[in-house]
């Protein structure tokens, strides 16, 4: 029987998507970021490892608990961790979410390439996907994350095309190239936004919990903050929140 390994499950949020929406965190990360801030959700367990915290769930098992809440919430959305390294866990579970007509949302860090055949399955099921952009260039990104954004950044143009791009999000560092990466990013989608608007969320960068070498790293001011928005509406995004 396919299971998976649940961090937490929120029966009601209002910041995982648009309306009120149950947000499942899986645990186990395919990445290891620098400046995480769930990093206990990182590691992979096995079933044996199950514990107070960490519950292994079942497809049948998750699905009651979604179906319990149904009428006080209009989508799920699943998260992690990296939810998609359970793919195949969510694809039986999807399969059902759909049964009760909710719409489903997955945050992921883009990985894994969701134009794979065994990933095929996923996105059919899947209403949109919220991908992190965590660097532009890719030096940047293995330092930030220890892996390459060739296959994120791939996703990207994938998603946006088939009109499933939900949301993309990039926490805003100092020491980083912040303008190159929100006008580069923007003028590259701008196109997409035709078929489905895209939310892009500028998330300001905090130093808290994270590994020394970053302790020392800032957000942007506000004025900045404020001219990356204006930059990105002026390739063509409506919908721009700053955090
Ligand atoms: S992808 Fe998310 S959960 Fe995984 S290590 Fe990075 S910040 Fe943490």
Redesign the pocket.
């Known amino acids: 029987m396919c299971r998976a390994p649940v961090n937490q499950f929120l029966p009601m949020s209002l910041v995982d998507g648009p309306g009120n929406r149950c947000a499942i965190f899986f645990q186990g990360?395919n990445?290891?970021?620098s400046?995480?801030?769930?990093?206990e959700?990182?590691k992979i367990i096995h079933s044996e490892e199950e514990n107070d915290d960490i519950k292994f769930y079942s497809v049948d098992e998750l699905f009651e608990k979604v179906k319990k809440i149904r009428p006080f919430i209009v989508g799920i959305t699943t998260s992690?961790?990296?939810c998609t390294i359970h793919h195949k866990f969510l694809i039986q579970f999807f399969k059902k979410i759909k049964t009760l007509n909710l719409n489903i949302l997955v945050d992921t860090?883009g990985l894994i390439d969701l134009s794979n055949e065994n990933m095929k399955e996923l996105v059919e099921l899947t209403d949109g996907f919220m991908l992190?952009i965590k660097a532009l260039e890719e030096s940047s990104h293995k330092r930030i994350?220890g892996s390459s954004n060739k296959t994120v950044l791939k996703n990207m143009h994938y998603l946006a095309k088939l009109g499933k791009l939900e949301e993309i999000r990039t926490v805003l560092m100092s020491g980083e190239d912040n303008l190159k990466i929100v006008d580069t990013i923007t003028k590259e989608l701008s196109p997409y936004l035709k078929i489905k608007n895209i939310r892009y969320k500028l998330i300001s960068y905090r130093p808290f919990g994270v590994r020394s070498e970053f302790s020392d790293l800032h957000s942007v001011s506000d004025n900045e903050k404020e001219y990356l928005k204006t930059v990105a509406q002026k390739n063509g995004f409506t919908d721009i929140v700053l955090i």
């Not at 400046?35 to 990093?39: E, K």
Request: charged share 10%; proline share 6%; aromatic share 6%.
């Open positions: 990360c990445l290891n970021c400046f995480c801030h769930n990093p959700t990182i992690g961790g990296e860090n992190d994350t």
